[in-house]
C-alpha cells in the first residue's frame, strides 16, 4: 500500500525538479516560455548583491544555528538525563516548540524583540532605561534575532535525538567505568559523548537541512530586512518569482539552493550507505 504515494510523490518531485531546471535555462518572465539563454540567469543571480548576501548569511546562520542548537539540544538532554523530577513535563515543555508553525515562531518573536514593545521597551518600563536590545532593526545583528528563534523552536528536536542516544548507551559499561573510579565529567567525555556521534552527523544534517531552506520564520520575523541584511536564499527565489516576475531567473535561483542542499545531503547519504556495509559485514 505505502509504494503508490510514495512513486507517486517520487513522480511529483522529480518532474517539478526537471521543470524548473528547464526553466532555469529560458528567459520566461511573468510565464514560461521557450527559448534558451544557457547559462545567463545563473551568472546573473551569482553577480546580483541580493543573492551575495543571501549566501553570506546562509554561511553564519546556518552554522550559528546547527552549532548552537545542536550544543542546547545536547545540554538538555544531559540535564534530562539525570531521571530529575518532572522529566515528562520538562520534556512537553521543551519540545512544544515543534507544534508550532514558523510563521507564529517568526511573528511572536517579532514582537518580542522589537525595541517598542518587546523586550527592551519591558526594561526600560522598569527603570533601566539605558538599556538597549534592538537587533531587530540593527543590520548588523538582525541575523542572529533569526539564529535566536530558530534555537528555540529547534533545540527541542535535537534533545530528543540526544536523549534518545543517551538511554541507548549499553549500561554495563557505565558502570565498569564508575568501579573503576571515573568521576562523571569523564564518563561523559570518554564514554557517552563519542558514542553520540552518529546522532550528532544526523542532527547537523537535518538542522542544515532546515537552515537551506528557511523562509517562512525570516519571512514572519525580518522579512529581509532591515533593508536586505538577512536575506535568504529561498527569499530571493520567492523575490524574483513572485514579486520581480523574473522566473528564469528564479528558477536558477531554485536549483542553485537544491545544489547546495544535495552538497549537504549526498555525503551524508554516503556515510549511511557505508555505515550499513560495515555493519552488515561486521
Do not use: C
Request: avoid cysteine.
Amino acid at each position: 500500500m505505502i509504494w503508490v504515494p510514495l512513486l507517486l510523490s517520487a513522480a511529483h518531485l522529480i518532474s517539478f525538479s526537471l521543470w524548473t531546471i528547464w526553466i532555469s535555462f529560458t528567459p520566461s518572465t511573468l510565464i514560461p516560455v521557450t527559448g534558451w539563454v544557457g547559462l545567463r540567469n545563473y551568472s546573473a543571480v551569482l553577480a546580483s548583491r541580493n543573492w551575495q548576501i543571501a549566501f553570506d548569511n546562509l554561511l553564519l546562520f546556518g552554522g550559528a544555528f546547527v552549532v548552537l542548537s545542536a550544543a542546547t539540544g545536547l545540554i538538555l538532554a544531559i540535564l534530562l538525563d539525570q531521571r530529575i523530577r518532572g522529566e515528562n513535563v520538562l520534556r512537553s515543555i521543551f519540545l512544544y516548540p515543534l507544534a508550532v508553525s514558523f510563521v507564529v515562531t517568526g511573528t511572536v518573536w517579532s514582537w518580542l524583540l522589537n525595541p517598542g514593545l518587546g523586550i527592551q521597551k519591558l526594561v526600560h518600563d522598569l527603570g533601566w532605561t539605558s538599556f538597549r536590545f534592538d537587533w531587530l532593526i540593527d543590520r548588523d545583528m538582525a541575523i542572529w534575532t533569526i539564529v535566536i528563534a530558530a534555537i528555540w523552536q529547534s533545540s527541542g528536536f535535537a534533545m530528543a535525538l540526544f536523549l534518545a542516544g543517551l538511554r541507548s548507551v549499553d549500561a554495563d559499561i557505565i558502570k565498569a567505568a564508575q568501579i573503576d573510579g571515573a568521576g562523571p565529567v569523564r564518563i561523559y567525555r570518554r564514554i557517552i559523548l563519542p558514542s553520540l556521534w552518529p546522532i550528532t552527523i544526523t542532527v547537523a544534517v537535518i538542522q542544515l537541512q532546515f537552515a537551506i531552506s528557511t523562509f517562512d520564520l525570516v519571512r514572519a520575523l525580518t522579512n529581509g530586512g532591515p533593508g536586505i541584511a538577512t536575506q535568504l536564499p529561498a527569499l530571493v527565489v520567492y523575490d524574483l518569482m513572485f514579486q520581480r516576475s523574473l522566473l528564469g531567473r528564479g528558477a536558477a535561483a531554485a536549483v542553485l539552493m537544491l545544489l547546495i542542499l544535495l552538497a549537504v545531503l549526498l555525503p551524508y547519504a554516503a556515510w549511511r550507505y557505508i555505515q550499513r556495509r560495515r555493519a552488515a559485514h561486521a
